[in-house]
């Protein structure tokens, strides 16, 4: 393809593949940006002439993506956006600018650049839903009134469920977590505390060779491979100047991946760093920070007697706390969906996914509350919560809301895709894609092998290409 075709396609709004802004982002992030700037001004054909007030709650990727998409995909659009955040984070920078790569600034976007002058922003949260009488009330006594609602609140961290710990801890006593963040309210305390405790970790192997763990909790997480990407830079950060540690991969899960394909790769790599330990099935639970002692249940089973009836031995389910001690520790908090959500009931009511979001896992409408939408990280779906998943899902929330306000079922369905960008050293990524049904590479390559073109492609162009196109609605 041409770069006058590139133009065409989005002159005319029509969706880009990654391989499209491959090629457009080869001409440089300034010309991706003047282009898509280019094309949010131009006025869509086919505009659907549907009317209906449309309450988006959330100023996060998803949200701004459906904003984007939908003032585009309505000729005369009445939308409120509900979001405190003058600012905006780009997350997977994150972990780059733990690692050296970013400068906090690089991931600190102006939410006022995506919410226009047509919008009515309202710069709050919501305090309660009431679905039943179509109506929200904000934490500041504001009641809004809608005829359409797409939530895209995200989640909540709990630090405070791990006792003994709580968010100002976090930067002290050799504690440190890639989660917490407060970038988004203007200053980079958040982004320098996991650079300041890789450089910690590091000066602490000059003179010994310090027990640094990395934990991952039962609950889902924001990408659910973070815990392991600042587990595999730390290592390789310290084996770049030549210095050892013992890590220790703690997490409540049974394995390193779900999708065997990247389990068996994450353990190679793993193998050659020599240096890992997985303690698996152990949640954290407690932390002595003064001591350095974290605590983890950890649950297991034993053997029985031998049922002759099903011929097999019974399986007991034991559980015991487990102190180790530490030098540094790197926390994944526990999650949940924010309380307004959870509390309301537009949540789930039971079952493994209670209080999150209860939407259908492929149309991403509620499944009691018909003109109720769902998008990112808030909703109840087996799995899904990435900036990737989200790009997926906009397309898919935009289609089938517009379908209901003319009166149709929805008719896109999500397929479940996520990605996560695995970086397993400097320089090296595993770009595991998958969806409900196993892995979906985007590209013919093996999606299970570490390759520096991810490292390339994450880097330096997704930044860009989050922040001109998919922020746009244009990807």
């Not at 991706?32 to 002439?49: C, F, P």
């Not at 491979?225 to 899960?253: N, V, W």
């Not at 109720?372 to 109840?380: A, E, M, P, T």
């Not at 397309?395 to 479940?416: Q, S, T």
């Amino acid at each position: 393809m041409q770069h006058e075709d590139l133009w065409k396609k989005i002159k005319e709004n029509q969706e880009l593949s990654r391989r499209d802004v491959l090629k457009l982002m080869a001409l440089s992030p300034v010309a991706a940006g003047v282009l898509a700037s280019s094309a949010s001004t131009e006025a869509h054909a086919s505009a659907s002439a549907a009317k209906g007030r449309i309450v988006i709650v959330g100023g996060g990727s998803g949200a701004l993506m459906v904003l984007s998409r939908l003032r585009r995909a309505l000729a005369n659009p009445d939308i409120t956006v509900i979001a405190p955040n003058d600012k905006h984070v780009y997350q997977p920078g994150q972990v780059f600018v733990a690692a050296g790569e970013y400068e906090p600034e690089d991931i600190i976007f102006d939410n006022t650049g995506y919410i226009g002058e047509d919008v009515t922003w309202i710069r709050d949260e919501v305090a309660t839903f009431d679905p039943d009488a179509n109506k929200l009330l904000t934490k500041g006594g504001k009641e809004v009134e809608y005829d359409y609602l797409v939530v895209a609140t995200g989640m909540q961290y709990l630090y405070e469920k791990i006792e003994g710990l709580n968010t100002g801890l976090i930067g002290q006593h050799g504690i440190s977590s890639v989660y917490l963040s407060d970038l988004a309210k203007g200053t980079a305390e958040g982004g320098t505390i996991t650079r300041d405790w890789f450089n910690a970790v590091r000066e602490a192997a000059k003179t010994s060779k310090p027990r640094v763990i990395f934990t991952q909790p039962s609950t889902p997480i924001k990408c659910g491979g973070a815990p392991q990407k600042m587990l595999y830079l730390c290592d390789d950060y310290l084996k770049r100047d030549k210095l050892d540690a013992e890590f220790i991969f703690a997490s409540a899960g049974e394995k390193l991946f779900s999708i065997e394909e990247i389990e068996a790769s994450l353990a190679s790599v793993q193998k050659r760093y020599g240096n890992i330990t997985n303690k698996f099935s152990h949640e954290l639970i407690r932390i002595d920070p003064e001591k350095k002692v974290a605590t983890f249940l950890h649950k297991y089973q034993v053997q029985g007697e031998y049922d002759k009836e099903y011929e097999e031995y019974e399986m007991i389910d034991k559980e015991e706390e487990v102190a180790i001690e530490y030098d540094f520790i790197h926390i994944s908090p526990p999650t949940a969906a924010v309380d307004a959500v959870a509390d309301s009931m537009l949540g789930w009511q039971k079952g493994n996914a209670q209080g999150w979001l209860e939407v259908d896992r492929e149309t991403l409408q509620h499944r009691r509350y018909k003109n109720v939408f769902g998008i990112g990280d808030v909703c109840g779906i087996p799995i899904g919560k990435t900036g990737g998943t989200a790009r997926h899902q906009a397309p898919i929330v935009v289609k089938n809301l517009v379908g209901v306000m003319e009166g149709k079922e929805p008719a896109d369905k999500f397929d479940g895709y996520t990605v996560c960008p695995l970086k397993v050293s400097y320089g090296e990524i595993i770009m595991a894609e998958f969806n409900y049904d196993g892995l979906a590479p985007s590209f013919p390559l093996d999606p299970a092998k570490p390759r520096w073109i991810w490292w390339v492609f994450d880097l330096y162009m997704l930044q860009p290409m989050y922040r001109y196109l998919m922020l746009n609605g244009l990807m």
